[in-house]
C-alpha cells in the first residue's frame, strides 16, 4: 500500500523563479493538505484540496497556488520565489469530507532552496 | 488565536530513562489532538491521534494522554531508536476550520545508549 509521495526530493532554484511541486496521496484519500516546514519549527499550513477546490487557506500570500486533479493528485505552485521561500514542502493526506478529523499522512516532503 | 507549544524544545535521555513530552495547546473547541514522530529528513509519522479529555493511546513505549489543556507523551523505558523530533498538532472545531492543522514547534529527544 503506496503511501503519500512527493516529487521532486531535492530542488534548487534563484529568487524570481517559479516551482511546480507534486503529491500523489494515499491509496483511499481524497483530501490533501500542503504545508511548509522552516527548520526547526513545525509545519505551518499552506491550503488544503477537496473535490478538486482550495477548501481551506494559511497565511500565505497569492504567490502561492495549488490544484487538486480528479484521481486526487496535487500540485503546489509558488510564484516570483524569495530566499525566505526555502524551506521543506511537506504534503498530507486524509480520508472523509474536508470537516474530517481523520489523521493526516504525510509524504517525505520536497526540500526547496532558493539561491 | 488557537495556539500549540511544546515543552522541552530539547530532552536528552538515558537509554531506559522514562520520561514525559508536554504539549499545551488553546483552542476554541478541540476535534482533535495529533502526535507525530519525524526523523531527519523524513516527513511526519503519525502515531495517535486524540479526541476528548481523559482519552489515552498506547503502542510500544509510548503512551499519549489528554486532558482539556495539555497532551502528554509518556516514553517508558526509552531505546536509541526512539531518538526523533516529536511533534503535536490540533484540528479545531469551526465551519472556518476544514481540517488544518496547528503544530507546536516539536520536541528533539536524543536517547543515548
Known amino acids: 500500500d503506496a503511501g503519500v509521495t512527493q516529487s521532486p526530493t531535492h530542488l534548487i532554484k534563484t529568487r524570481g523563479q517559479q516551482v511546480t511541486l507534486r503529491c500523489s496521496p494515499k491509496?483511499?484519500?481524497?483530501?490533501v493538505s500542503w504545508y511548509q516546514q522552516a527548520l526547526g519549527q513545525g509545519p505551518q499550513f499552506i491550503f488544503q484540496?477537496?473535490?478538486?477546490?482550495?477548501?481551506q487557506r494559511g497565511n500565505f500570500p497569492d504567490r502561492f497556488s495549488g490544484h487538486q486533479f480528479p484521481n486526487y493528485s496535487s500540485e503546489l505552485n509558488v510564484n516570483a520565489l524569495l530566499l525566505g521561500d526555502s524551506a521543506l514542502y511537506l504534503c498530507?493526506?486524509?480520508?472523509?469530507?474536508?470537516?474530517?478529523?481523520?489523521?493526516?499522512?504525510f509524504g517525505d516532503g520536497t526540500r526547496l532552496s532558493i539561491l | 488565536e488557537d495556539q500549540v507549544t511544546q515543552s522541552p524544545e530539547a530532552l536528552r535521555l538515558q537509554e531506559g530513562e522514562s520520561s514525559s513530552l508536554n504539549c499545551s495547546y488553546t483552542?476554541?473547541?478541540?476535534?482533535?489532538l495529533f502526535w507525530y514522530r519525524q526523523d531527519p529528513g523524513k516527513g511526519p509519522e503519525f502515531l495517535f491521534t486524540?479526541?476528548?479529555a481523559g482519552e489515552e493511546k498506547e503502542k510500544e513505549r509510548l503512551k499519549a494522554t489528554l486532558t482539556k489543556k495539555e497532551s502528554f507523551l509518556h516514553i517508558t523505558a526509552p531505546k536509541p531508536e526512539d531518538s526523533a523530533t516529536y511533534l503535536c498538532?490540533?484540528?479545531?472545531?469551526?465551519?472556518?476550520?476544514?481540517?488544518?492543522?496547528?503544530f507546536g514547534q516539536g520536541t528533539t529527544l536524543q536517547v543515548k545508549p
Open positions: 498530507a493526506s486524509s480520508r472523509g469530507t474536508a470537516y474530517s478529523n481523520q489523521p493526516q499522512h
Open positions: 491509496s483511499g484519500h481524497d483530501t
Open positions: 484540496y477537496y473535490e478538486e477546490e482550495e477548501r
Open positions: 483552542v476554541s473547541g478541540l476535534r482533535g
Open positions: 486524540l479526541y476528548s
Open positions: 498538532a490540533v484540528q479545531a472545531i469551526g465551519s472556518s476550520n476544514t481540517g488544518k492543522l496547528i
